[in-house]
């Protein structure tokens, strides 16, 4: 059986200081749901990704990754005559880094529902999707709802990450009307402490709620208690894919069966691993170098 399930936009990622002044960029691959496949598939879990990549270096690319990880891309299509999508990464003294988006037309914004496998999300034990992939167009957002469809039809656990990025979205209205109900479909649900109004009808205390606190850490409320985890202290070199480590840290230790206390830890182990890499995932720990 498939542990987790997911799918979205895989991209190129260009990472770079300023561009206007600078002459050296480095080239790796990356998404959410990406990273995300890759994080669990290195601590022993059945992971299957779904998503669409050019017939271009870039998908290519993409590919032998996923493949080489170990994740399931039986359900990968490729898009001939479709670019790959892109993202230029510029960072930023002092802040956060500027994110350009080449993602218009790209091969993956062309998912549709009819590329999801209803059969095999059923045959699995969580469904993970993204705001950031909902956000991709109409067709994509109803492949993302007909995958939610599907997990709720066969009483399959449902993830859900908000990750709004509003240069993304027509407005900030639509955006918490699709959020709001991805949100509410979940059982798992992780955001950041300025998303926690654009999916107020979901807070509700059923529900495990995951909240990233920034410096201060992260918190959950499960079965209506509050855990909070502070941030594991360690050289920062890039912190783009930690938020997409934390997720997948807290969701191999829910499938692990642990308590929410040490979900919570590990998602911070996760977290702290993917900052001290120039990459997104490629400093993810395997399951071996776990603490015991």
């Known amino acids: 059986m498939t542990d987790v399930y997911t799918l979205g936009e895989a991209l190129g990622v260009v990472s770079s200081g300023r561009v206007r002044h600078e002459s050296e960029a480095r080239l790796d691959v990356t998404g959410p749901e990406f990273n995300l496949a890759i994080a669990l598939a290195r601590l022993g879990h059945q992971c299957a990704y779904l998503g669409k990549v050019g017939g271009d270096e870039l998908g290519a690319r993409i590919l032998t990754v996923l493949r080489g990880e170990g994740v399931d891309v039986t359900d990968m299509r490729v898009a001939a005559g479709a670019r790959t999508g892109l993202?230029?990464?510029?960072?930023?003294?002092?802040?956060?880094?500027?994110v350009t988006h080449y993602r218009t037309a790209s091969a993956g914004s062309g998912l549709s529902p009819g590329n999801v496998p209803i059969d095999r999300i059923a045959a699995s034990k969580m469904l993970h999707v993204s705001g950031v992939t909902a956000a991709l167009g109409r067709d994509v957002l109803e492949a993302v709802r007909a995958a939610v469809a599907a997990a709720r039809t066969a009483e399959v656990m449902i993830s859900f990450t908000v990750?709004?990025?509003?240069?993304?979205?027509p407005s900030v209205r639509?955006?918490?009307?699709?959020?709001?109900?991805?949100?509410?479909?979940?059982?798992?649900?992780?955001?950041?402490?300025?998303e926690l109004d654009l999916v107020k009808?979901?807070?509700?205390p059923e529900r495990e709620v995951v909240v990233n606190r920034g410096g201060k850490g992260a918190s959950v409320r499960a079965d209506r208690v509050r855990y909070d985890q502070p941030v594991i202290q360690v050289p920062i070199v890039d912190t783009s894919g930690s938020a997409d480590a934390f997720v997948a840290g807290y969701i191999s230790a829910a499938l692990d069966g642990l308590t929410p206390q040490e979900r919570l830890h590990r998602g911070a182990l996760l977290s702290a691993a993917a900052v001290t890499s120039a990459s997104d995932w490629q400093g993810l720990p395997v399951r071996a170098e776990l603490p015991s």
């Open 163 to 169: 990750e709004y990025h509003p240069d993304l979205w």
């Open 201 to 204: 009808p979901a807070l509700t």
């Open 87 to 98: 993202l230029l990464r510029e960072s930023r003294v002092g802040g956060q880094p500027h």
């Open 174 to 194: 639509e955006a918490e009307e699709v959020l709001g109900e991805l949100a509410c479909h979940s059982h798992l649900l992780f955001l950041d402490q300025d």
